[in-house]
């Protein structure tokens, strides 16, 4: 049974979507985390995010690796495609994915862990061939699932719970994610849901590898006096660099911004990201001044979110791949198997 035809659940009043669809029937299975993870309130925002763009469940495929963050695909939108790969090798199952469907949306979900130690060689590649898709790092600075080992991006003189003080300088996933090429990047808090929602939305709209690196402090391992990933650090150093909304390119737009503090960007479906500039300047289609001011939040102990980068031209792994425009999944078999004939002859060829 498709899921649209699911029966409505809730009271016949609560708000639907396009589709008729409440926010209610993009929930997935009870969460298992503990109360207070930031990982939660991040999946709230992707039912949020989902709903408002009137997502049809069939056409977006969830994925992820090992951690609390990569089980939290079971807690939003049920009746997807759905994958829940080996550690760190999420980027090498939406790749392939991607090869076989372009037409689905990909959401992959990753923790610190994941994408930065044991799944660091394949996140690199993922963002060097603009796979197409949207890349969430649920960032707690902590192997949450594994009870509070440092990841490699706790910064350097944070504290565990234990005392033990971190040495090693920390890997910035936004920076890295710069330097290789991503074509959009971002950072997002847990703790802010109205940031959250139309970064994500914007992050699935945008064609190309989509990274958003999200602050989700850890309630048990990491939320302590001397931890720079704890709720009260992140509030108490954040620095927001736009506010934002997202308008579908189904809806009008009626937000109303001050010409010339606005960015609008315009992403391929005609969809646009509408970011009002908190700071002089800040122009999201520079690279440079994205990883200068970036260095110097780091130095001042700043959490720095918003868009940082976007470039909706460079063309995607697909595009490179000169691949059909019919997905090769749904390609007949006489396509897919042209028979012992056409082999023969490009062996002939190839003698
Ligand atoms: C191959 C392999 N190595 C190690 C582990 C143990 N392990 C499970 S989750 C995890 C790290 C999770 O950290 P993170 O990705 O930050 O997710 P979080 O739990 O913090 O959300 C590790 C090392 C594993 N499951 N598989
Ligand atoms: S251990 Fe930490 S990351 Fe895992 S569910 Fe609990 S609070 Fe969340
Ligand atoms: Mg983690």
């Known amino acids: 049974m498709s899921f649209i035809n699911k029966p409505k659940v809730g009271h016949p009043s609560l708000p639907t979507n396009a589709l008729g669809l409440t926010r209610r029937q993009y929930e ?20 949020e995010a989902c709903w408002g ?17 990569s089980k939290t695909t079971a807690y939003f939108v049920s009746g997807t495609h759905s994958f829940n790969g080996v550690h760190g090798r999420m980027p090498s199952i939406a790749s392939g994915a991607n090869a076989a469907n372009r037409e689905l949306t990909y959401i992959g979900i990753s923790g610190d862990g994941d994408s930065l130690s044991i799944g660091l060689g394949q996140l690199v590649h993922a963002i060097r061939r603009n796979v197409n898709m949207l890349y969430l790092i649920e960032n ?24 033990d003080v971190n040495q090693t300088p920390p890997i910035d996933p936004v920076l890295l994610a710069l330097s290789l090429g991503a074509t959009f990047v971002a950072r997002g808090f847990s703790g802010d849901k109205a940031q959250l929602v139309p970064l994500i939305q914007a992050g699935m709209r945008h064609k190309g590898f989509a990274l958003i690196d999200i602050l989700s402090p850890c309630v048990t391992f ?10 009260k650090y992140v509030k108490d150093h954040e620095e927001i660099l736009q506010d934002m909304s997202f308008v579908p390119h189904f809806e009008e737009i009626d937000v109303e911004y001050d010409p010339g503090t606005t960015v609008n960007v315009t992403m391929h479906d005609g969809s646009k990201l509408m970011l009002r500039k908190l700071e002089e300047d800040y122009d999201p289609a520079n ?9 110097i939040s780091h130095q001042k102990g700043e959490v720095l979110t918003g868009v940082f980068y976007i470039n909706t031209k460079t063309p995607t792994f697909i595009d490179l791949l000169n691949m059909t425009d019919q997905p090769l999944a749904t390609l007949p078999e006489c396509v897919v198997r042209p028979g012992r004939e056409v082999l023969e002859q490009v062996m002939e060829e190839l003698r």
Do not use: W
Request: with cysteine; proline share 1%.
């Open 28 to 47: 997935g299975s009870m969460s298992t985390l503990c109360a207070g993870c930031g990982h939660d309130s991040i999946t709230a925002a992707i039912i």
């Open 53 to 69: 763009l009137d997502m049809r469940p069939e056409q977006l495929v969830k994925l992820s690796g090992i951690g609390c963050s």
């Open 140 to 163: 707690n600075g902590v192997y949450g699932l594994t009870k509070g080992q440092f990841s490699a991006s706790a910064d350097i003189g944070t504290k565990a719970k234990r005392g």
């Open 222 to 231: 990491n939320d302590h006096e001397g931890s720079t990933k704890s709720y």
């Open 287 to 295: 690279k440079i001044e994205a990883i200068r001011r970036l260095n």
